[in-house]
């Protein structure tokens, strides 16, 4: 057995007892997290999810990263899926009372993945020009929508990691933005659940500049311009099992 997967402890829940089908490797990950009021956001989640909130807050994350490894479990990485660039924009949610994320868009730049992840994962991958760079210490993050028949989506920001790196402590708001172990998607009335596996994060403060972001346009924008909570962790080996459907709860 893999190394990380042997480490559990930090979970809120068993990994499952079936085995893995995909690994990833994440890498100059940037956590940008916004209060939303939990009303707003009700508005915009499946009704069979119920909202999970932090302080009687919800919280929209937008988060863009590059994939170093990206492997089907028994072959080998696959030239053309191998690696790209992401950008996921995301709530929290449970259901069943094990919580996890809800992904309202994940854009991507290979076509490849995105369709796998669209037909396989029901999720709402989108295509789009990516740019992940690091120059002198700062790491440059571009993403902008190929389709006009999409919504809008754009993303610029530049970031540069300030701290050591540091664990999460039980019961924060920093362990609560960042420490899920699956995800949410419903289609035709059915949920469904994706779990995921990986270490504890160990995250670095981070400064960032927000030079364009249009990836929530379906709230409204005051509530993307107060200065977000921020985390930067620089690579996590993730593991990934296949969709489960969950009875109702």
Not at 162 to 181: A, I, M
Not at 182 to 204: A, F, M, P
Request: proline share 8%; glycine share 6%; aromatic share 12%.
């Amino acid at each position: 057995m893999k190394e990380e997967l042997q480490i559990t402890g930090h979970r809120p829940f068993p990994l499952p007892d079936k085995p893995w089908v995909m690994e990833q490797i994440w890498n100059d990950v940037l956590f940008a997290h916004w209060p939303v009021p939990a009303k707003i956001m009700k508005k915009h989640i499946p009704s069979q999810l119920t909202l999970d909130t932090f302080n009687g807050h919800a919280w929209i994350g937008i988060v863009p990263f590059w994939i170093s490894r990206m492997r089907v479990r028994g072959l080998p990485p696959l030239p053309m899926m191998k690696t790209m660039n992401e950008l996921n924009v995301r709530t929290y949610v449970e259901y069943g009372g094990r919580k996890g994320v809800y992904f309202f868009s994940l854009d991507a730049d290979n076509f490849l993945a995105v369709a796998g992840a669209r037909m396989l994962y029901f999720l709402p991958y989108m295509n789009a020009e990516m740019q992940v760079d690091q120059e002198e210490g700062i790491i440059k993050y571009e993403s902008m929508r190929k389709s006009a028949h999409q919504q809008r989506g754009q993303f610029k920001a530049h970031s540069k990691p300030e701290s050591s790196p540091f664990n999460s402590q039980p019961g924060s708001l920093d362990e609560w933005l960042t420490e899920r172990y699956c995800l949410w998607v419903t289609k035709s009335e059915k949920v469904y659940r994706g779990d995921i596996h990986h270490t504890k994060w160990q995250l670095h403060k981070v400064s960032v500049s927000i030079h364009e972001n249009t990836m929530t346009s379906f709230l409204p924008d005051k509530y993307l311009k107060g200065e977000p909570v921020l985390h930067y962790s620089p690579q996590k080996h993730a593991y990934f099992w296949p969709l489960i459907r969950e009875a109702a709860p």
